[in-house]
């Protein structure tokens, strides 16, 4: 069972439908169920898991449209892919991890909330093509590679939303290395001096593979 003042206190933080609310309900109830088997979500995290984790996804929708598709990265345990597909019903989500209980979470939430999202299990570099508008990624990988994994997307027009902590400073500096990119930093409602990085127009830098 989730702390039920966390969850107040979500509510009282973000705006969110009464439809989107009970997908979410349904997406952490099937998180609870499988946490411990997977090893999706530490018991230290799991108090928190409405304000921080929830709440962490729920603040990308202010950049992702209702109709879009969007390839989440590394989903594990479905922060934000899940959310996002629990918030935008008209769009899309397809939710890529490689290990395969937390595959079987995934699926087993998509059916639980009746999601519209799928997953893919397998490397991201071995996916066959996927169309997406958006590309999203959370505690996944510092962002020279992130923006490796996220390339066949962003170099044909897709956007990077990306959460990111407090050195994303120092991994934009490392990115713009290997990469041209526009991006804005929005401060993250999360606290800390974290932000959302909105990331277009990407194309390595000449001469980098």
Request: hydrophobic share 45%; charged share 20%.
């Amino acid at each position: 069972m989730t702390d039920q003042n966390d969850r107040a206190a979500f509510l009282a933080a973000h705006d969110v439908s009464r439809e989107t609310l009970a997908r979410l309900d349904r997406v952490i109830a099937t998180l609870d169920d499988w946490r411990t088997r997977s090893n999706l979500i530490g018991p230290k995290e799991w108090p928190q898991i409405w304000t921080r984790h929830v709440g962490d996804s729920v603040q990308l929708l202010d950049r992702i449209p209702d109709t879009a598709k969007v390839v989440d990265l590394g989903s594990g345990a479905g922060f934000p892919g899940l959310v996002i597909a629990a918030a935008r019903p008209a769009g899309h989500v397809t939710l890529m991890e490689s290990v395969g209980k937390k595959c079987a979470f995934l699926r087993a939430a998509i059916e639980a909330a009746d999601l519209p999202a799928n997953v893919y299990q397998g490397r991201i570099e071995s996916a066959p093509p996927i169309e997406a508008d958006y590309v999203t990624a959370r505690a996944f990988a510092p962002m020279t590679q992130l923006l490796d994994y996220a390339a066949p997307w962003l170099c044909n027009g897709a956007t990077g939303v990306f959460p990111k902590g407090e050195r994303w400073k120092e991994e934009l500096t490392a990115a713009q290395q290997r990469w041209n990119f526009a991006y804005q930093a929005i401060p993250s409602r999360s606290g800390g001096s974290g932000v959302i990085l909105i990331v277009r127009e990407a194309a390595r830098r000449h001469g980098q593979a």
